[in-house]
């Protein structure tokens, strides 16, 4: 099983960049493909990004293409998500989960952390 704890969340102005990390604990973490979802208040969970066991594939849905980078290093048991050009859009809280697919973002992990704010403003 993971346990996943997401943190690098935080308030910025349009057009500033942060960069969010994924910890997990596991000793199989590098077998998962990883996605980062986000819900903004009021709506429902949105599938942001994936990427590949190995890092080799990845995934971005079209609102943050060019904008958001994923990344994974195994040997940390992290994942990262490299925000740049950020849109008052662009805020919700931000989860990490072990995907199946990295193109559809069905969760292997029912359960979700606790999730890290991010807030842009204008």
């Known amino acids: 099983q993971v346990q996943l704890v997401e943190s690098g969340g935080g308030l910025v102005q349009a057009g500033g960049s942060l960069r969010l990390s994924c910890a997990a604990s596991?000793?199989?973490?590098?077998?998962?493909?990883m996605g980062w979802f986000r819900q903004a208040p009021g709506k429902e969970r949105e599938f942001v990004a994936a990427?590949?066991?190995?890092?080799?594939?990845?995934y971005y849905t079209d609102s943050v293409k060019g904008r958001f980078t994923i990344s994974r290093d195994n040997a940390k048991n992290t994942v990262y998500l490299q925000m740049n050009s950020l849109k008052p859009e662009d805020t919700a809280v931000y989860y990490c989960?072990?995907?199946?697919?990295?193109?559809?973002?069905?969760?292997?992990?029912?359960?979700w952390g606790q999730g890290t704010q991010v807030t842009v403003s204008s």
């Open positions: 989960n072990a995907v199946h697919t990295i193109v559809v973002g069905d969760v292997v992990l029912k359960s």
């Open positions: 596991g000793r199989t973490f590098s077998n998962y493909a």
């Open positions: 990427i590949s066991w190995s890092g080799g594939s990845t």
